[in-house]
């Protein structure tokens, strides 16, 4: 079974920004505009379509099909293309499929560690109800997170014995 968290710190770091959750909460809300209009069962290329035009009259900056290319090692391997990237922040993955199978998601986080991004969010628009269909996941490795502050831990506080019978 798939976990879907939806989580709000980051191991290390805190809470995410608040302006990284606005723009996962105003995509979410342009994706269940479309879902709401067209409904599951289309193929993937009219949801992306549909999603394009909503994003673009939210006045949201993206690139669509955007090209990442993949190191290993020393060389760059071939590229791959994201269905919508937003600028060092955010990869949504598009899907149309009956069930998200883990190998979905763990291509989205491939994808988050490739184009070197903090957030994804992969979105199947085959659920009946979108909400459903939503999965977002983390990369604590991209150059954004490892810039955000680390998290403040405070001191340890003296232990105290519970049973001081032994004592005296």
């Known amino acids: 079974m798939i976990e879907r968290p939806e989580p709000e710190s980051i191991p290390g770091y805190g809470r995410i920004p608040a302006a990284w959750n606005d723009l996962t909460r105003r995509v979410i809300g342009c994706a269940m505009e479309v879902h709401t209009h067209l409904g599951p069962g289309l193929v993937?290329?009219?949801?992306?379509?549909?999603?394009?035009?909503?994003?673009?009259?939210?006045?949201?900056?993206?690139?669509?099909?955007h090209p990442v290319r993949v190191r290993y090692k020393e060389i760059v391997l071939s590229e791959q293309r994201l269905d919508l990237f937003f600028p060092d922040l955010l990869v949504v993955e598009i899907k149309a499929v009956e069930h998200v199978p883990d190998i979905h998601l763990a291509q989205l986080v491939s994808y988050l560690r490739s184009a070197d991004v903090p957030l994804g969010l992969l979105i199947n628009f085959n659920a009946m109800r979108l909400k459903d269909g939503i999965f977002r996941r983390i990369?604590?490795?991209?150059?954004?997170?490892?810039?955000?502050?680390?998290?403040?831990?405070?001191?340890?506080?003296?232990?105290?014995?519970?049973?001081?019978?032994?004592?005296?």
Do not use: M
Not at 150 to 168: I, N
């Open 44 to 65: 993937e290329r009219l949801y992306e379509d549909a999603l394009d035009y909503e994003l673009r009259r939210a006045g949201i900056a993206f690139a669509r099909q």
């Open 139 to 168: 990369n604590p490795y991209s150059t954004a997170i490892r810039a955000l502050p680390p998290l403040k831990r405070s001191p340890p506080s003296p232990s105290v014995p519970s049973d001081t019978s032994g004592f005296g």
